[in-house]
């Protein structure tokens, strides 16, 4: 009888260990089966990102977008226009074109100094000399409309630097340095009597010590 209890506690103990074995087992597969999910999880969202990124830097939906915006801007809808070249700035930020012309639906809007940063990036990103023109001439344009004469002055001369021949860019510095000339002339009283005052004071500063 002790021989057969003995044998019987063996199995017991044997089927005992089998079970936790199996356990284990199951608990391993349990956590490859996980980490093995995780992953093609992390490779799907990583497709999709790879996806939208080549999506955002495609040259077609750029074109699409500038050409659209143009030909809103044709039909004078500036509004839908600076949509549509925001949207192509969307998909490239370096795009010179589409800072160019949102600048252009900017000015139309007399959104001046928005107008004026989206000449400054294209400026920024140029690399053709007839675009750079254009930017600095429409630059002009901006300061002449926020009468900051000396700024539209130095525009229109980098506008001019790069494409001599233009008449209008020439007309636009003449008349900018006309009116600069005027708003200094105008300042020198004020000055004039600024400084006068501060004497004044001065004076009598000096007397009451």
Same mark, same amino acid.
């Given at each position: @009888?002790?021989?057969? =209890?003995?044998?019987?506690? @063996?199995?017991?103990? %044997? ?14 597969? @349990?956590? #490859? ?5 995780? &992953?093609?999880? +992390?490779? %799907? ?5 790879? =996806? ?8 077609? $939906? ?9 030909? @809103? ?13 925001? =949207? %192509? ?5 370096? /795009? ?7 600048? $252009? ?15 400054? $990036?294209? !400026?920024? /990103? %140029? ?5 750079? /023109?254009?930017?600095?001439? $429409? ?6 409309? +926020?009468?900051?004469?000396? *700024? ?7 506008? !001019? &630097? ?14 900018? #340095?006309?009116? !600069?000339?005027?708003?200094? *002339? ?10 006068? *005052?501060?004497?004044?004071?001065? *004076? ?6």
């Amino acid at each position: @009888m002790k021989i057969m =209890r003995y044998i019987l506690l @063996m199995l017991v103990t %044997a089927v005992t260990i089998g079970v936790a074995a199996q356990d284990n087992q199951s608990l391993a597969d @349990m956590h #490859r089966n996980q980490v093995e999910q995780m &992953r093609e999880e +992390q490779q %799907a969202e990583q497709k999709a990102e790879n =996806r939208n990124t080549q999506r955002k830097l495609s040259p077609k $939906n750029e074109r699409n977008r500038l050409r659209s915006g143009n030909n @809103m801007y044709k039909d004078e809808k500036y509004v839908d226009s600076e949509n549509e070249y925001r =949207r %192509a700035i969307e998909f490239n930020p370096n /795009s010179q074109i589409a800072d160019y012309n949102l600048g $252009n639906s900017l000015y139309r809007q007399d959104k001046h100094e928005e107008a004026a940063k989206s000449y400054l $990036n294209a !400026l920024n /990103s %140029a690399e053709n000399d007839d675009v750079k /023109s254009q930017a600095y001439h $429409n630059l002009g344009n901006v300061m002449m409309q +926020q009468q900051q004469y000396d *700024q539209a002055v130095e525009a229109y001369k980098n506008s !001019l &630097r790069l494409n001599p021949s233009d008449n209008e860019t020439r007309y636009n510095l003449c008349l900018a #340095r006309k009116l !600069l000339k005027e708003q200094e *002339q105008e300042q020198q009283p004020e000055q004039q009597q600024d400084e006068q *005052q501060q004497e004044e004071e001065q *004076q009598q500063q000096q007397q009451q010590q």
